[in-house]
């Protein structure tokens, strides 16, 4: 945690705002979606989430390339633009930055600002019920044939142990959700957008949900839960994701960027690479082991979690 205390003060307080912003929005989208579940029958495609048996436990996944190849912002554009949203400019540019990500496995800065203002300007004037009906379009077109098995199997194996599963994410709150919906995740975490009478100001409540800002989100949710964060569990694949990573008792990294790599040789946290056997091997794990390793030593934390609360 010793990113966020370094932080300017103004940046510090975008920050918690954005990660209580996110925490509330999470905890609102949870209440009216159990109140819709139990008003209608469950859905088969669309499962309601497991109930929790460990009051105090959790796992917290990182989106973009630790659950979904690539960034989930840019397949978001690519809908956009389909739906006329933007210019065909506009889309070459999110293209751009989508293959600079799938290339290097990292988030670069310059980009992830960029994308966050295409995005503000992209869905001003238009109403919140319309962005989440074509979210859930988008995620059928493109996102749901880009997620990692081996990091769904991980998601199922929390959700099966009885804990909470949330997907902590930049995208915006209303993709996040449909994402974790789709896994059967308890609920999302991600960047909350302005709406006023349900139409989206273009401006962002506190900043994107990014680096420090997810520990903030993942923190002020754990106070609202109950939970007890020793005993949780996080999955990331970039470096920006260190102070969520370092504030959960069992950090997991999965598809590392170099930085985050060399972080977790240092710390001894477990290390997974679901992109190829080549990568696999050069990080010191056996690319015939592949998900029966990292499911493995994550249902041994997940034991090791519902023990403690016995």
């Keep these: 945690m010793a990113r966020l205390r370094k932080l300017p003060q103004e940046k510090r307080s975008s920050t918690v705002l954005a990660g209580t912003a996110a925490a509330e929005a999470a905890e609102a989208a949870r209440a009216s979606d159990a109140a819709v579940t139990t008003a209608e029958p469950e859905s088969p495609e669309h499962p309601a989430p497991a109930p929790a048996e460990d009051p105090h436990g959790a796992a917290f996944f990182d989106c973009d390339n630790t659950i979904v190849q690539g960034a989930a912002i840019f ?4 809908g956009l633009y389909k739906r006329k949203f933007f210019s065909h400019r506009e889309l070459l540019r999110f293209a751009w930055q989508q293959a600079y990500f799938r290339l ?3 988030e670069h800065a310059g980009h992830m600002a960029d994308a966050k203002e295409s995005a503000l300007s992209i869905v001003q004037g238009h109403r919140v019920e319309d962005l989440e009906r074509i979210c859930e379009e ?18 199922r194996m929390h959700l099966e142990a009885g804990q909470r599963v949330w997907l902590v994410t930049a995208a915006p709150q209303e993709a996040a ?11 999302a975490l991600g960047t909350v957008a302005e709406a006023l009478g349900g139409i989206y100001t273009g401006r962002l409540v506190g900043e994107t949900l990014h680096g420090p800002a997810k520990a903030e989100a993942v923190k002020a949710l754990a106070a609202r839960e109950g939970l007890d964060l020793s005993h949780c569990a996080a999955y990331s694949d970039s470096a920006n994701d260190i ?3 370092s504030m959960v008792g069992h950090p997991y990294v999965i598809n590392p960027d170099a930085e985050l790599r060399r972080h977790a040789r240092e710390q001894g946290w477990r290390v997974r690479d679901f992109r190829t056997g080549r990568k696999a091997a050069r990080i010191g794990i056996p690319a015939a082991v592949g998900i029966g390793a990292a499911a493995g030593g994550t249902a041994a934390a997940v034991a ?7």
Excluded: D
């Excluded at 397949?75 to 690519?78: D, E, K, T």
């Excluded at 959700?177 to 609920?187: E, H, K, N, S, Y």
């Design 75 to 78: 397949y978001l554009g690519r």
């Design 243 to 245: 102070p969520m990573l």
């Design 177 to 187: 959700r449909v994402i974790a919906a789709r896994l059967g995740m308890t609920g």
């Design 104 to 106: 290097h496995g990292a």
């Design 138 to 155: 988008i995620f059928e077109e493109y996102i749901a044939e880009k997620i990692w098995p081996g990091t769904r199997a991980l998601v």
């Design 304 to 310: 090791l979690h519902r023990n403690r609360q016995r």
